[in-house]
């Protein structure tokens, strides 16, 4: 079965990067893009962008744009994030997603990454 | 502030039906985008309930479906469960700032 297991919690000061991983199973990793979404606590769903194992591409929300970095590594099929210059804004549970074809939706999720920022 | 709009909270007794509305505009919804429903139950991923308006996955119980119209879509559940309290999502996508997707604030739905 599908299944998108994520690295295990951080906790970073205010100024650091931390980077988050998602390593897929029971799928070809090339065949979906891995989209990335964060939840504050208590807050809603906010989209971070995509990668494309198969290609590289990468996209990202205007908001993050320069601050984050995806990747994947198609030989351990395990995409991931990094986010720079960490603020407690960033404080948050960050997923990894699969996204189903080209409706767009997502069918699998990870089980969440939670991100404390603190002095 | 979220581009799409839900109703913070809903609330209903078991066996009824309650709706959950999902307001957007012309550069998502109303420009022919797709509707996506995602439940949340506390402490966990979202689990995918709805896609593309009014499909429902393999396992998703019929109690839950969906629609859209305009520059708005609604999620049903009829025979309410206490089980299905839970925060409820809708997604999209947009095509300003580039085009990206783009999520409802989320709907805290009670089973009183």
């Known amino acids: 079965q599908v299944q998108l297991v994520q690295s295990g919690a951080e906790v970073k000061e205010p100024g650091a990067s931390v980077k988050v991983s998602c390593k897929t199973s029971g799928y070809t990793f090339t065949d979906h893009f891995i989209h990335w979404v964060r939840q504050a606590p208590g807050q809603g769903l906010e989209w971070m962008g995509w990668?494309?194992?198969?290609?590289?591409?990468?996209k990202s929300a205007q908001k993050f744009q320069g601050r984050v970095t995806m990747t994947g590594d198609t030989s351990i099929n395990t995409a991931s994030m990094e986010l720079d210059s960490l603020t407690s804004d960033d404080a948050a549970v960050y997923f990894c997603a699969r996204r189903a074809g080209n409706r767009r939706h997502y069918d699998n999720w990870g089980q969440g990454t939670l991100v404390t920022v603190s002095s | 502030q979220s581009v799409l709009t839900q109703p913070p909270s809903v609330s209903g007794a078991p066996g009824q039906r309650v709706t959950i509305s999902c307001t957007g505009s012309?550069?998502?919804?109303?420009?022919?985008?797709?509707v996506h429903w995602y439940q949340q139950l506390p402490g966990t991923a979202p689990k995918l309930l709805i896609y593309?308006?009014?499909d429902r996955p393999s396992g998703v119980p019929d109690r839950f479906s969906g629609s859209k119209s305009g520059t708005s879509a609604s999620l049903a559940i009829t025979g309410l469960q206490a089980e299905d309290e839970a925060d409820y999502f809708c997604q999209s996508f947009d095509n300003t700032l580039s085009g990206h997707v783009v999520f409802g604030g989320g709907t805290k739905l009670t089973v009183v």
């Open positions: 990668i494309n194992p198969k290609s590289g591409d990468t």
């Open positions: 012309s550069s998502n919804i109303g420009a022919g985008y797709d």
């Open positions: 593309a308006n009014d």
